[in-house]
């Protein structure tokens, strides 16, 4: 039995996309740029238009502090709590969503043709707005943040 989304049409996934797509959204995907490829989660924190296309700003859902690369007071400081029983798609009851580095290697269609390939959970949840006031207040303040970055995105 194939899954349903098998036979939703391409335009119907394309505009779905296209709605759930915004700035506050979880995804969850296999991310190829990081040391140890695998399947994480993500919060979009920046959109902008560039070249033809959309860039996506994101930072990945940790469910551990790795010390050994978050090894400074100040790095530690630009971690945030995320709580299964808030985020129930987490495995773990304490995660933290790392402030300290943004990705933005993939572009908006690269993400559409992703989720047309795959639509099942790609989409998880949006952050609560005041999670994402604190996570765009660490960006913004940040300093290991590029300020390249932090005009393209416009986090001032």
């Not at 194939?2 to 505009?15: G, N, Q, T, Y």
């Not at 902008?48 to 502090?65: L, M, P, T």
């Not at 010390?67 to 009851?93: A, C, G, P, R």
Request: charged share 30%.
């Amino acid at each position: 039995m194939c899954p349903l989304s098998d036979l939703m049409p391409e335009s119907l996934k394309k505009d779905t996309f296209g709605k759930e797509l915004r700035i506050g959204k979880i995804i969850h995907r296999y991310e190829y740029e990081i040391t140890h490829p695998d399947n994480k989660f993500s919060i979009i924190v920046g959109m902008c238009k560039e070249n033809g296309d959309i860039s996506i700003a994101r930072v990945f859902i940790n469910s551990d502090i790795n010390l050994h690369v978050i090894n400074t007071e100040e790095l530690k400081q630009l971690q945030v709590d995320i709580l299964k029983k808030d985020y129930t798609f987490l495995s773990n009851d304490y995660s933290f969503i790392n402030c300290s580095k943004i990705f933005d290697e993939v572009n908006y269609s690269e993400l559409e043709q992703e989720y047309i390939n795959n639509p099942i959970n790609f989409f998880k949840d949006d952050i609560s707005k005041e999670k994402l006031r604190n996570i765009i207040d660490k960006i913004t303040n940040s300093k290991t943040i590029k300020p390249i970055h932090k005009k393209k995105y416009n986090w001032k």
